[in-house]
């Protein structure tokens, strides 16, 4: 019988060029070990031996395409920055009805600034308004969709709080909007109905 050889510990590979796929770590994160998924993906996996030191977050099986890891590793030009922007607002508009709601009143105070002839400060302060909420809107989105993928199913007080203040910050720009929509519009509608 012939001698039984070592087996070469199971390490994490370095992030290789443009053919690799595999994330850049140097070595497992501690009570995790190296695992080479399908099509070349690389992930790190809980071992059974060692005990649990890490957040759970950190446990959680992570895969990265070799493509997208190729991108990563790569500077964006400003076109394809702009369509991955583009590539999240389409998301919001299609998954989130708050933020598909916000969008038609945005367009209906537009509309009203172009009937009511504003001036162009109470312009700047009407696309500020606008620009702000939807702003909220996308973070609250972003930070929602990125604690899901963390927690999963599981509650997590730390994430409510979380995402109770960023629905928050939504809550004081829409108060705001309003104010200023009042601030601008009403004395104008009340002089246009005072002429009919």
């Known amino acids: 019988m012939s001698p039984s050889v070592p087996q070469k510990p199971d390490t994490p590979q370095q992030p290789l060029s443009s053919t690799g796929g ?3 770590h140097a070595k497992p994160l501690e009570g995790t070990a190296a695992k080479t998924g399908p099509n070349g993906r690389y992930r790190q996996v809980q071992t059974q031996n060692q005990p649990d030191t890490q957040p759970h977050w ?3 099986v992570i895969w990265l395409s070799p493509a997208r890891h190729n991108k990563a590793l790569h500077t964006h030009s ?3 920055s ?3 922007a583009f590539e999240g607002l ?3 508009f299609s998954t989130q009805r708050n933020f ?3 969008c038609q009143i945005a367009l209906f105070a537009v509309g009203l ?3 009511l002839a504003i001036n162009p400060l109470e312009w700047v302060a009407i696309g500020g308004c606008i620009g702000l909420v939807l702003l909220c809107e996308l973070m609250n989105t972003a930070l929602e969709y990125c604690l899901d993928t963390v927690v999963g199913t599981r509650f997590d007080h730390r994430v409510k709080v979380a995402k109770d ?3 928050a910050a939504v809550v004081v720009a829409v108060f705001t909007s309003v104010v200023t929509g009042v601030w601008v519009f009403l004395p104008r509608l009340i002089d246009l109905l005072k002429q009919l």
């Open 22 to 24: 595999f994330v850049a």
């Open 58 to 60: 950190l446990n959680r």
């Open 78 to 80: 400003l076109l394809t």
């Open 82 to 84: 702009f369509g991955y």
């Open 90 to 92: 389409h998301y919001a």
């Open 100 to 102: 598909r709601i916000h």
């Open 113 to 115: 600034s172009l009937v």
């Open 165 to 167: 203040t960023a629905a």
